[in-house]
């Protein structure tokens, strides 16, 4: 039997669902969970790699190794052409997420009884904003790293076009709807008009009126929640005693971006940081700093960051501990300080919101719903930056974590099988 699978290979986290005689599942792949977080954890003392869930255990309990996430950040960018030393091997970063990848379609199987030979991958408005060609090849990428994992057939759709078969699944009349998918690494937005008759049409090119997408999502806002709030405690804008300069400040916004703390652990870059406390006017700061590196504690920190910004979605204040990094130290962040610090992204959401309506050629007042996906959507202040240009539109909350995926399986099952599907309960 030929199954048709839909891989969500997320920034932050990645799904697959699996379509099979017209339904459609959201697999468990590790742990009964079927949102795994898009992560790889190479282990110093045992050699072996882990995924998901399991890497990022391992990354926590404090075992020898090295961390990798926002891999897919690295799409199209001058860094995936670079190699990465691991202990004794270089690994290409296509190599990486053929990796990933192959660990999702392994995990799948289990599940499908049943290996998935083709595969609609989904893929954001832009990999890359601005840059055609580095966009085209960030998705030749993407593929390539695919066929090592062991597709054979590989076809790409969009995620907010996905979330919209998804959320098409559950509506009763014809609409127009406004889908905004916000995750980790992009805000993408579509344009559709959906009904259960057209939902069962095999080609939907008509129905989609518009789609864009802007290269901002919960891992920026970690790095400016990060920049704003922990890094000055680090050394961000300290002096050195030579000249009045500040410490360079790569360091520190490296050390906030997922897919690039990793760049910090080069031995070069500890002996130019240690030669820049010599020069601090502030040492005690950048022997914080210092101690983070040395302990290659760069994720967990950022990862307290992360948390605080998820907790600031239900409370107006959080507090991150930073025990280990200075005794008795607890950062104390107030919800209207992680909104300044995201401000200007907000704006560049709500812009391309109201572009996405004007490039549908409609005024917001007849878009009637606007479906909310993607962990970063549960932020209020991005949600309001959506919701405020269609002020009249009913909000319907999907499944922040698997929309994608079910729309993609969808997708697949169409493409492959050439027949409708509908998700099962
Ligand atoms: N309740 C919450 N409030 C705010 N942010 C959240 C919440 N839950 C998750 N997030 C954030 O959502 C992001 C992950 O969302 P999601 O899994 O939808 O992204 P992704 O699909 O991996 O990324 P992308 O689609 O951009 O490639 C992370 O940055 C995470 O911190
Ligand atoms: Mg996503």
């Given at each position: 039997m030929s199954h048709a699978c839909g891989i969500d290979f997320g920034t932050s986290n990645s799904a697959v669902a699996v379509s099979s005689n017209g339904r459609v599942r959201l697999l468990p792949l590790q742990d009964g969970v079927t949102s795994v977080p898009t992560a790889l954890f190479f282990s110093f003392d045992d050699d072996t790699c882990t995924h998901g869930r399991a890497a990022m255990e391992r990354y926590l309990s404090r075992e020898p190794g090295r961390l990798l996430r926002s891999i897919k950040s690295l799409l199209g960018t001058p860094l995936f052409e670079e190699v990465t030393q691991v202990k004794y091997r270089r690994y290409a970063y296509g190599e990486i997420i053929a990796d990933f990848l192959k660990f999702l379609r392994v995990s799948a199987a289990r599940e499908m009884g049943g290996d998935p030979r083709s595969v609609v991958i989904g893929r954001p408005a832009y990999f890359v904003d601005d840059d055609q060609p580095a966009d085209d090849k960030a998705q030749a990428q993407l593929e390539a790293a695919a066929r090592a994992a062991g597709f054979e057939t590989i076809a790409f759709q969009f995620e907010p076009i996905a979330a919209a078969l998804h959320y098409e699944q559950s509506v009763t009349d014809e609409e127009i709807a406004l889908v905004a998918d916000i995750g980790g690494g992009t805000s993408d937005f579509s344009v559709l008009r959906v009904s259960p008759r057209l939902a069962?049409?095999?080609?939907?090119r008509g129905d989609i009126l518009g789609y864009n997408g802007v290269h901002i999502g919960g891992t920026d806002f970690d790095r400016l929640l990060s920049m704003a709030t922990l890094m000055p405690f680090l050394g961000l804008g300290s002096k050195l005693r030579m000249k009045g300069m500040d410490a360079p400040s790569w360091y520190f916004a490296d050390l906030a971006t997922w897919h690039r703390i990793n760049v910090l652990y080069d031995g070069k870059v500890l002996t130019e940081v240690r030669s820049v406390r010599r020069d601090s006017a502030e040492p005690e700061k950048i022997d914080r700093l210092l101690g983070v590196l040395e302990l290659r504690k760069g994720h967990e920190l950022l990862g307290r960051i992360e948390q605080a910004k998820i907790d600031m979605s239900s409370m107006t204040a959080a507090t991150v501990s930073l025990a280990d990094v200075a005794q008795d130290f607890v950062l104390e962040i107030k919800r209207r300080r992680f909104e300044q610090a995201i401000g200007e992204s907000l704006g560049r959401i709500e812009g391309r919101v109201r572009d996405v309506i004007a490039l549908a050629g409609l005024k917001p007042g007849t878009v009637r719903t606007v479906f909310l996906t993607g962990g970063s959507s549960g932020i209020p202040a991005v949600r309001n930056a959506v919701t405020k240009v269609v002020p009249a539109a009913q909000v319907v909350v999907g499944d922040a974590f698997g929309s994608v995926a079910a729309g993609l399986a969808i997708d697949a099952e169409r493409r492959f099988n050439r027949r409708s599907a509908r998700l099962s309960a």
């Open positions: 069962t049409k095999i080609d939907r």
